[in-house]
């Protein structure tokens, strides 16, 4: 999805904060964002979603700005099992990918 | 949650011919989506097969090149016709998320499909 726009890819050192950027400017109004990850072209594994609020699970944080045009995905303590594709997507009934952020975590 | 089965899991085709790639779901839906992922890409979404209707295609794709069959509320199928290299690409099936959005979508391991 062209409206969907991540950075191509990332580095990060092991054991410090992943911090990846989502831009999604036209999202309407009742659709979620996604995040999942796609590791050696394996089905995509989910992470988390939000609507408004930030949300935080076991495996991450996402920060949604107020107005809903950007988002964050925080992986606190990034591992070298983390390297992976991330993919920023939107949805309501069906979910359209971003362009996805290549994550590299360095030893 | 949701578990879904593909097969075949991968295929090498001669070009011109078809293949139907089979979506097992361990429930029933009633939305289920299929996505393609050319080498290197994203994942570009096809169609949503809906049961009891036609599959709804999405800008770029055509019932005549990927028909999808939804027999019922736990099985669909894709079909690529008329195959070129350009379709080499992994298929991924998929369930989308309920409850008006705040589930997750699930999917399938995906078929990897190399066109000769």
């Known amino acids: 999805d062209a409206k969907t726009t991540q950075p191509p890819s990332m580095d990060c050192a092991e054991g410090r904060a992943a911090n990846l950027p989502c831009n999604h400017s036209?999202?309407?109004?009742?659709?979620?964002v996604y995040w999942y990850r796609q590791i050696h072209s394996q089905g995509p594994q989910y992470i988390i979603h939000?609507?408004?609020n930030n949300e935080t699970n076991e495996m991450a944080s996402l920060i949604i700005t107020e107005d809903r045009k950007s988002s964050t995905l925080i992986l606190p303590h990034a591992t070298l099992r983390d390297t992976a594709v991330y993919y920023c997507?939107?949805?309501?009934?069906?979910?359209?990918f971003g362009t996805g952020t290549k994550l590299q975590v360095i030893p | 949650s949701a578990v879904i089965s593909q097969k075949p899991s991968r295929d090498i085709c001669q070009r011109g011919t078809s293949l139907t790639i089979q979506c097992q779901v361990d429930?029933?839906?009633?939305?289920m989506f299929w996505y393609r992922q050319q080498p290197g890409q994203s994942l570009t979404l096809i169609a949503t097969?809906?049961?009891?209707?036609?599959?709804?295609?999405e800008s770029g794709f055509v019932i005549d090149k990927f028909p999808i069959s939804r027999p019922n509320l736990t099985f669909s199928t894709l079909t690529v016709s008329n195959m070129s290299p350009e379709d080499s690409s992994i298929y991924l099936c998929?369930?989308?998320?309920?409850?008006?959005?705040?589930?997750?979508?699930?999917f399938g391991q995906g078929t990897r499909l190399t066109v000769v």
């Open positions: 997507s939107r949805g309501y009934q069906k979910v359209t």
């Open positions: 998929s369930v989308g998320p309920g409850g008006f959005g705040n589930t997750e979508a699930f």
């Open positions: 036209t999202i309407s109004g009742n659709e979620y």
């Open positions: 097969a809906n049961q009891g209707s036609e599959a709804t295609y």
């Open positions: 429930s029933q839906v009633t939305m």
């Open positions: 939000g609507l408004k």
